[in-house]
């Protein structure tokens, strides 16, 4: 997967109040709103889907000579739009130097679109600075993936992770979350969310998903049906696999990918703990 790097810069003008960045980079990875993600759960990239990502997460991660206290820089970032216009970040950056320390990672989820709207398509650039000196800068791109269904356009537009107890709760009552407790989980659902037009008939949309255990193991799939009615504007799936006593789900992060007709389609991770 390709990756970024930024640009390296010293930052002068910061070295009275702070240790100064030696070396920085910028990775990106997506997720839904909510707390950001940790290390092990991010999924870096540079190509993004436009009609998948929710919010941009950022990270920065930078090194420097261990200072003797720690100390804490804020950063502005912006993001240059295939359009050419430039948008401050939505929500603050901080990075902190740790006393004894070389290296500092910092991220936070800097953009983001409306739940009923698409990234634009095209090149984007983000740069950070500190003390109106550079820190760094990279690119990605977000594009218009071809619909999993040519048929009806029909794309999918999030995967999402909720617990089950005993059948499958209605879509207003499950909560969806990233982080499990081994000592309560029994079975785990997954839910995909389909995007389209009103198709004018009815239709049967085939899904298969896999969960690949911390240890690299892989589930048998879990088969899923998206059964939209001929008036739907996009809709639901879902389905769930486990155990019937808790206690079973090994502690680690989790791997689910869900495709279509051998085609991937989404992928989300969890946490058992």
Not at 106 to 135: F, H, K, T
Not at 211 to 233: C, I, K, M, N, R
């Amino acid at each position: 997967m390709k990756v970024s790097l930024a640009l390296a810069f010293l930052l002068p003008s910061l070295a009275a109040a702070a240790p100064a960045v030696e070396q920085a980079s910028l990775r990106f990875f997506e997720q839904s709103d909510g707390p950001i993600l940790p290390v092990a759960r991010r999924i870096y990239t540079t190509r993004f889907d436009a009609t998948r990502t929710r919010r941009l997460g950022v990270e920065v991660m930078g090194t420097y000579a261990a200072p003797d206290s720690g100390a804490t820089v804020p950063f502005t970032c912006s993001l240059k739009k295939p359009d050419g216009s430039v948008a401050t970040a939505e929500r603050p950056m901080e990075f902190e130097f740790f006393a004894g320390k070389t290296e500092t990672r910092s991220a936070n989820l800097l953009w983001g679109v409306a739940d009923d709207r698409d990234w634009q398509p095209g090149a984007y650039e983000v740069e950070c600075i500190a003390a109106d000196q550079p820190v760094a800068k990279a690119t990605f791109e977000v594009a218009l993936n071809p619909p999993e269904v040519a048929d009806g356009d029909i794309r999918v537009k999030n995967l999402r992770i909720f617990p089950v107890v005993d059948q499958l709760p209605p879509i207003d009552a499950r909560k969806y979350t990233d982080m499990l407790p081994a000592d309560v989980t029994t079975r785990i659902g997954v839910e995909l969310e389909f995007s389209h037009a009103p198709l004018g008939h009815a239709a049967k949309l085939p899904v298969d998903c896999w969960f690949f255990w911390p240890d690299g193991q892989t589930s048998p799939p879990l088969v899923l049906s998206y059964e939209p009615q001929p008036t739907w504007a996009g809709g639901y799936s879902a389905g769930a696999m486990g155990y019937e006593t808790s206690g079973s789900w090994t502690k680690g992060t989790y791997t689910v990918s869900c495709s279509i007709q051998g085609q991937p389609v989404g992928v989300e991770r969890f946490e058992i703990e």
